[in-house]
């Protein structure tokens, strides 16, 4: 099977996965601005360091979305399914993303509180966002 078609079988390219895929993000951004707020830092007067704490957590999630087959067209199918492949996704995108910010690329550092608090707000504004989806598309 070629990449493409592996790929096609993993993301369903429709306006509905669009949409879904943007309320992922904002949730990912959310959470980033709540951390952001919580330490003291200005969103407004400082936005491009949302962006850079949020970017690590995003590329973890665009590869651990599309392996976990987050958007796949079968994941509209089952609640349950939506629910588990997201909640694996978003462990998948904290331990990229925590890799990330291990490294010279992007602020921040590896910090196990941190990954424990990432995982903890992610799943909680992910899963009953995605179990919502799940149960609107049945």
Same mark, same amino acid.
């Given at each position: 099977?070629?990449?493409a078609?592996?790929?096609?079988?993993?993301?369903?390219?429709?306006?509905?996965?669009?949409?879904? *895929?943007?309320?992922?993000?904002?949730?990912?951004?959310? =959470?980033?601005?709540?951390?952001?707020?919580?330490?003291?830092?200005?969103?407004?007067?400082?936005?491009?360091?949302?962006?850079?704490? *949020?970017?690590? =957590?995003?590329?973890?999630?665009?590869?651990?979305?599309?392996?976990?087959?987050?958007? *796949?067209?079968?994941?509209?199918?089952?609640?349950?399914?939506?629910?588990?492949?997201?909640a694996? %996704?978003?462990?998948? %995108?904290?331990?990229?993303?925590?890799?990330?910010?291990?490294?010279?690329? =992007?602020?921040?550092?590896?910090?196990?509180?941190?990954? =424990?608090?990432?995982?903890?707000?992610?799943?909680?504004?992910?899963?009953?966002?995605? *179990?919502a989806?799940?149960?609107?598309?049945?």
């Amino acid at each position: 099977m070629s990449t493409a078609a592996s790929l096609r079988t993993r993301v369903d390219a429709s306006p509905r996965t669009l949409a879904i *895929a943007f309320g992922d993000i904002a949730l990912v951004f959310l =959470f980033v601005s709540i951390g952001e707020l919580q330490h003291g830092y200005d969103l407004l007067a400082q936005p491009g360091r949302v962006v850079g704490t *949020a970017l690590p =957590f995003l590329i973890g999630w665009a590869i651990a979305s599309v392996l976990a087959g987050v958007y *796949a067209p079968r994941i509209y199918r089952s609640l349950r399914s939506g629910v588990v492949r997201t909640a694996l %996704a978003w462990i998948g %995108a904290v331990v990229v993303g925590q890799a990330l910010r291990s490294t010279a690329t =992007f602020h921040g550092d590896f910090a196990v509180t941190f990954m =424990f608090v990432s995982l903890g707000v992610g799943l909680m504004l992910l899963v009953p966002w995605r *179990a919502a989806v799940g149960y609107l598309s049945r």
